[in-house]
């Protein structure tokens, strides 16, 4: 007979096995988990603080801790610890977090929303069948987009399917657009749902639109696309009643003559043959009202050239003037310029112009050519920017806060310093040694005008002190290897030293949480009470990954707990918020009690620390010298205050900011000894 159970691994019941209830509650164990499970969520990958009586988990993966190498497992807290129970493939889960079912697939948990939903038919208020999957009742049907453009695809499987929008009154189809029977695009209609007529054709070869039932010529007209009013309509009136007549377009473009009738041709007219004129004066275009005329205005043929000439026949001593524009005051007018190079011979030495403006997409001087990023571009020595008679201003001026205005300073045409505001408005420096990675070096701040400066500062050897330095003077004096300021007039300087000697462990060796003296052997102790929390200030000497707290007790309690605490301090130096909890240690026997923590305290920073009593333990306690005075109260007392005493049921968690007062400082008790080992 086998131990336990096929499917959920239960444990049986064995002939003849003692203490038969042991095994029967650890199946109603099982079974309390597997039947009707729900959890609190999915997403822990540590034990929380302060589990209640029964509280589930699914452990998340990358789980550490107690809960390591456990991930898709379900944590169960009971009896005052967690247990364990590996899912096997197919059990469903309720996460009250997520108000949703999550089912294990072998692998991982799921849940209907993390995959795709497929279903044979699907209806909206409305029944479907086997020929229409998908059906909508509703007043509208709304397809919108998900970021960007939104398309709608009808697919067919071949040419000869159908591929449409159908649109039916009472069910019988009044209209239908698609590419129906074929992969031309069309459009037909219906009075009855049965014959249908082809209105319009568009074939996909070449997108030739076709009206196989003509067009009425009422209401249709030809319209001029820059005058939507200027209109041309075909009237069929006069023609005998089922008269078909058909009009054949000559092959040539012209004008429709009008023979019988009177007409005036006031369209352009080309003439084939050359024309010269020459009379010593002739006038072109004399109309003084809106006028448009044109000098070698006909399309060129490929690889053939056109030139047009003004003005080119003069010879030595001659002179040639060609005035484009009137220049009567007022008299306003442009000249546009179409071709794509346009060359100034050697001999123009100077272009006038005093008073123009000059707008050009690209600009290059001194032989360089401008190109679509670097506009004006310059090959030159040295450039100058001179004032016009006051002072003078260079802009960079940028489209948006997150784009760039700066000057890029570059050897070989690779950057090696940028400055100015680079993706912010904030003005930056920054470096590099190859064109493509930088670092930054300074940045302004734009808010406020703070210097921040993102890499140290290196600052030369002094030989001396400066004589008489303006405060807020920074030097470095070489000779004595200190760092110098000039604060409210007087020299302040800053050495490596620190004020008391620190010797930082190596890894899985212990810091003591004191000042840094007065400590010999710690023959003090410190005896608890049920429910009491004495906690004590520390400041690191130097930065500290921490990852096991640990206190020694010296006279046991049966049954008794106790618990680390460490909280950080206000800009009054009170204890604030908690930062750590630890898990609780067995102070029923004597020694050294230590539990994993994962900690990084900060040198120079203000910290409190303490410990957490179930019962009437007594604890390895700093001498009074090794632990900081506590200020406070409202007359002088004799006796140094080291801690601050709180009762607080062990069972309830610690406050998550302690909220500090005075009534707590207590005069004569000894700080805890908590140590703290390295990672």
């Not at 540590?46 to 589930?56: D, F, I, S, T, Y």
């Not at 990675?437 to 400066?453: C, D, E, N, P």
């Amino acid at each position: 007979m086998p131990d336990n159970s096929t499917i959920l691994s239960l444990p049986l019941i064995l002939p003849a096995q003692a203490q038969k209830h042991v095994t029967h509650n650890e199946a109603l164990r099982i079974l309390d988990v597997a039947v009707q499970a729900a959890v609190s969520n999915r997403n822990l990958t540590a034990p929380p603080l302060g589990p209640v009586v029964g509280q589930r988990h699914i452990i998340a993966a990358d789980a550490s801790g107690e809960w390591a190498a456990k991930a898709g497992q379900i944590a169960l807290f009971a009896d005052g610890y967690w247990s364990y129970f590996a899912p096997q493939k197919g059990w469903r889960v309720w996460i009250e977090a997520e108000d949703a079912v999550a089912t294990f697939d072998g692998a991982v948990w799921k849940t209907q929303a993390e995959g795709a939903l497929t279903v044979a038919r699907l209806g909206v208020a409305a029944t479907p069948d086997v020929t229409n999957r998908l059906a909508v009742s509703a007043p509208a049907t709304l397809l919108t987009h998900a970021g960007a453009g939104h398309q709608l695809k009808l697919n067919k499987a071949s040419a000869g399917d159908t591929a449409s929008l159908l649109f039916q009154t009472g069910f019988a189809g009044r209209a239908e657009m698609g590419t129906i029977g074929a992969d031309a695009f069309g459009i037909k209609v219906s009075a009855d749902g049965a014959a249908f007529y082809d209105a319009l054709l568009v074939a996909g070869a070449s997108g030739v639109v076709s009206l196989p039932q003509g067009v009425a010529a009422a209401g249709f007209s030809l319209r001029d696309a820059g005058d939507p009013a200027k209109q041309g309509a075909f009237s069929v009136a006069d023609l005998t009643a089922g008269a078909l007549r058909t009009y054949t377009l000559p092959d040539v473009s012209s004008e429709v003559a009008v023979l019988a009738g009177a007409q005036s041709f006031s369209g352009a007219k080309t003439f084939a043959g050359a024309v010269t004129v020459s009379a010593a004066s002739a006038d072109f275009g004399t109309a003084s009202g809106v006028a448009n005329y044109g000098l070698g205005v006909g399309a060129t043929v490929a690889a053939a050239t056109k030139t047009v000439n003004l003005g080119t026949g003069g010879v030595a001593g001659s002179t040639t003037v060609v005035t484009v524009g009137s220049g009567v005051a007022g008299a306003e007018g442009s000249l546009v310029v179409n071709l794509p190079t346009v060359t100034f011979a050697n001999t123009v030495t100077a272009v006038g112009m005093t008073e123009a403006a000059v707008v050009a997409k690209y600009l290059g001087l001194g032989g360089a050519s401008g190109d679509a990023t670097n506009r004006l571009s310059v090959n030159s020595p040295a450039v100058l920017l001179n004032n016009a008679g006051a002072g003078i201003e260079t802009t960079l001026n940028k489209a948006a806060m997150g784009d760039d205005a700066s000057i890029a300073f570059k050897t070989g045409f690779s950057a090696r310093a940028l400055v100015g505001l680079l993706g912010s408005d904030d003005l930056a420096v920054k470096v590099s040694a190859d064109g493509a990675s930088y670092t930054t070096a300074l940045t302004v701040a734009a808010a406020s005008g703070q210097v921040s400066l993102a890499k140290p500062v290196i600052l030369s050897g002094q030989s001396a002190d400066p004589v008489a330095p303006a405060d807020g003077t920074i030097w470095h004096n070489g000779s004595t290897g200190q760092l110098c300021a000039q604060i409210d007039g007087r020299v302040k300087a800053l050495d490596s030293q620190q004020d008391l000697p620190f010797l930082l462990p190596p890894v899985g060796e212990y810091v003591m949480t004191t000042t840094g003296c007065g400590g010999a052997s710690l023959a003090s102790a410190l005896a608890g009470a049920a429910g009491r929390i004495e906690i004590f200030p520390f400041v690191p000497r130097a930065n500290l990954v921490v990852d096991r707290m640990a206190f020694n007790v010296t006279v046991a309690a049966a049954g008794a707990l106790g618990r680390i605490l460490l909280y950080d301090a206000d800009a009054n130096g009170r204890p604030a918020s908690l930062l750590v909890e630890t898990a609780d240690m067995d102070c029923g026997t004597t020694g050294v009690k230590e539990t994993a923590v994962a900690l990084t305290l900060t040198r120079g920073r203000s910290y409190w620390v303490g410990v957490r009593h179930s019962a009437t333990f007594t604890l390895s306690a700093w001498l009074a010298a090794m632990s900081p005075d506590i200020n406070g109260g409202t007359a002088p007392n004799l006796n140094a205050r080291k801690v601050l005493r709180r009762t607080l049921a062990f069972g309830t968690a610690a406050p998550a900011s302690w909220g500090f007062t005075s009534a707590e400082i207590m005069a004569g008790a000894l700080a805890p000894a908590v140590w703290l080992r390295m990672a």
